[in-house]
């Protein structure tokens, strides 16, 4: 059984994304009965979590946190490297999601652990508005979080010395010259975010492409 997606206007539809069967006509683009109802409710979500040191048990492997993934019912599972980056697509609402991977965390660790949650667009968006365009990728980190950022992060920042600090829309870009690992600096936005460097955001990023 074959549906149609409607008339070709733009440049592809998301059959062809995906690498499904379409149809070659010109007026109309069309794919299985089945991948259309895929294609209309899987999301792709990125979980990062603050801390994989959690509950006091050490750090959690990320061959465990994928199984998690899997015992909620999330499909294409993957992670990168062991500083808790999960990715995984789902129909579940978003919600639900949300509210399944946290219990299952919760669970695990015996207290409440913290996510930060983005889909592919808006992490290629906060690759593409970094505000260091010159900078070393390694000496540049983003904290990432849930809701903006206050606006004293920088007149509140502690430790500061030569780095470099901007506020996005839900992140905060920072800028170390001397190194990550030199750095004294503390922000408020740490307290209750979580950092990745601008390599480990381009790895994710890229692993969550075909999405987008």
């Not at 019912?73 to 579940?92: C, E, H, K, P, W």
């Not at 919760?106 to 652990?113: H, L, R």
């Not at 983005?118 to 992490?123: A, D, G």
């Not at 365009?133 to 502690?158: E, G, H, M, R």
Request: glycine content about 8%; overall charge negative.
């Amino acid at each position: 059984m074959w549906v149609s997606l409607g008339e070709a206007r733009g440049p592809f539809w998301t059959c062809e994304l995906f690498g499904l069967k379409v149809d070659s006509t010109p007026e109309k683009t069309v794919c299985t009965a089945s991948q259309h109802a895929y294609l209309a409710v899987m999301s792709t979500y990125i979980a990062l979590l603050r801390a994989v040191n959690v509950g006091g048990t050490g750090k959690l492997p990320m061959a465990e946190l994928r199984a998690m993934a899997e015992e909620c019912g999330f499909s294409n599972v993957r992670t990168y490297i062991q500083t808790g980056n999960l990715m995984f697509d789902s129909d579940a609402p978003v919600e639900d999601v949300r509210t399944a991977l946290g219990t299952r965390l919760e669970t695990y660790a015996g207290k409440p652990v913290g996510i930060i949650w983005r889909t592919p667009i808006e992490m290629a968006e906060v690759l593409e508005n970094v505000p260091f365009p010159d900078a070393a990728p390694n000496q540049v980190a983003v904290i990432f979080l849930n809701d903006a950022p206050s606006d004293d992060t920088q007149a509140t920042a502690k430790g500061h010395k030569d780095e470099e600090i901007v506020l996005g829309t839900r992140e905060v870009y920072v800028h170390f010259p001397s190194g990550m690992g030199r750095s004294k600096l503390r922000l408020s936005a740490m307290d209750h975010g979580t950092m990745r460097n601008l390599n480990s955001v381009r790895k994710l990023c890229e692993m969550t492409e075909t999405s987008l």
